[in-house]
């Protein structure tokens, strides 16, 4: 199986700055990753797919980016409903593997 | 709207069996892969189960595999998770998800059942 891991598992950061959230696979995934943000007590909503396009409706301070093994989500300028966890997904090869999330929380 | 509405979970016994349904609305359901995500309490997200938009083609995450058994109703537009022989390790959120158009991530969510596996 791909193992997917994500840095750092927890993050603090004061609204308006820029945040970058990693994830690393154990194996090249040629860009078959996806972000999800999952607010407290609420059910995962897809960010970004195909490691750096924008799903519908979603902010463009979001971004995604990265190639092989190496990703990353940054979200520009940080506002309050953005506290909430970032999980990383890779579907390039099955079974479809999670990271294992990173908290994010207003300083 | 894309909605996906779960139902079916609760308190079940080690060994015993549990059926959950999703019922998806807002979107041509037969035209889309869906799939069973769950979490764990504080815990990371595993995907589970995934179905084929026709049903022709099911796929399973090993600690499931003769155990879970995802089914769908096309006509019903509604997908199912049969779950027997359950483990206290298969207590978690089940989430109902629809696959992407462009590849096996998943772009809408249901709001998630709790099942509980405990005697």
């Known amino acids: 199986d791909i193992q997917m891991t994500q840095s750092p598992a927890s993050l603090s950061a004061s609204l308006g700055e820029t945040v970058t959230i990693e994830c690393r696979a154990s194996?090249?995934?040629?860009?078959?990753l996806a972000w999800y943000q999952q607010k407290p007590g609420k059910s995962p909503q897809l960010l970004i797919y195909?490691?750096?396009s924008l799903h519908t409706g979603v902010p463009s301070r979001f971004s995604g980016s990265g190639s092989g093994t190496q990703y990353s989500l940054k979200i520009n300028s940080l506002q309050s409903e953005d506290v909430a966890s970032y999980f990383c997904q890779q579907y390039y090869d099955y079974p479809w593997t999670f990271g294992g999330g990173t908290k994010l929380e207003l300083k | 709207e894309v909605q996906l509405v779960e139902s079916g979970g609760g308190l079940v016994q080690p060994g015993r069996s549990m059926k959950l349904s999703c019922a998806a609305s807002?979107?041509?359901?037969?035209?889309?892969?869906m799939a069973w995500v769950c979490q764990a309490p504080k815990k990371g997200l595993e995907w589970v189960a995934t179905?084929?938009?026709?049903?022709?083609?099911?796929y399973y995450r090993d600690s499931v595999k003769g155990r879970f058994t995802i089914s769908r109703d096309n006509a019903k537009s509604t997908l199912y998770l049969q779950m027997d022989s359950l483990r206290s390790e298969d207590t978690a959120t089940y989430y109902c998800a629809r696959g992407g158009e462009l590849g096996y991530y998943f772009d809408y969510w249901g709001q998630g059942v709790m099942v509980t596996v405990s005697s």
């Open positions: 195909n490691a750096n």
């Open positions: 807002g979107f041509t359901f037969n035209n889309y892969d």
């Open positions: 194996e090249d995934i040629y860009n078959g």
């Open positions: 179905i084929s938009y026709d049903g022709s083609s099911t």
